[in-house]
């Protein structure tokens, strides 16, 4: 399994991105995806998470109401809009995929990890 991550850039405190996270192999659709983050001096944490059929999801408190994650398993694609962005959002920004079909929000229950997206927030 392979992850690519895509989508990040520089955007204006208030403004909009979203990331995409285009998945190899033929296991995609049959389990739960991951985004996570990392800001610079502080551990990775859960932004959001989405079943294998897509129809549950969850979210940090933080991005709750501003981040909507999604996924297309037909074309093996991950998502998140990000709205209404904070600095604070600034963060290497990763999907996963879990080896399972269900959310999880430890980094541990994760199996596969994409090589990261750089989202800056400027105020």
């Known amino acids: 399994v392979q992850l690519q991550a895509s989508g990040g850039g520089l955007v204006q405190a208030g403004g909009s991105l979203r990331l995409s996270c285009a998945a190899s192999?033929?296991?995609?659709?049959?389990?739960?995806m991951g985004w996570f983050r990392q800001a610079p001096g502080k551990e990775r944490e859960f932004v959001a998470g989405?079943?294998?059929?897509?129809?549950?999801?969850d979210y940090a408190d933080s991005v709750k109401g501003r981040f909507t994650i999604s996924r297309d398993n037909a074309k093996n694609t991950l998502y998140l809009q990000m709205n209404s962005l904070k600095p604070e959002d600034t963060a290497v920004y990763y999907c996963?995929?879990?080896?399972?079909?269900?959310?999880?929000?430890?980094?541990?229950?994760?199996?596969?990890w994409g090589q990261g997206t750089q989202v800056t927030v400027s105020s």
């Open positions: 192999g033929r296991t995609f659709s049959s389990n739960a």
């Open positions: 989405i079943d294998w059929t897509g129809r549950r999801t």
């Open positions: 996963a995929q879990r080896g399972r079909q269900y959310i999880a929000i430890e980094l541990r229950e994760y199996d596969y």
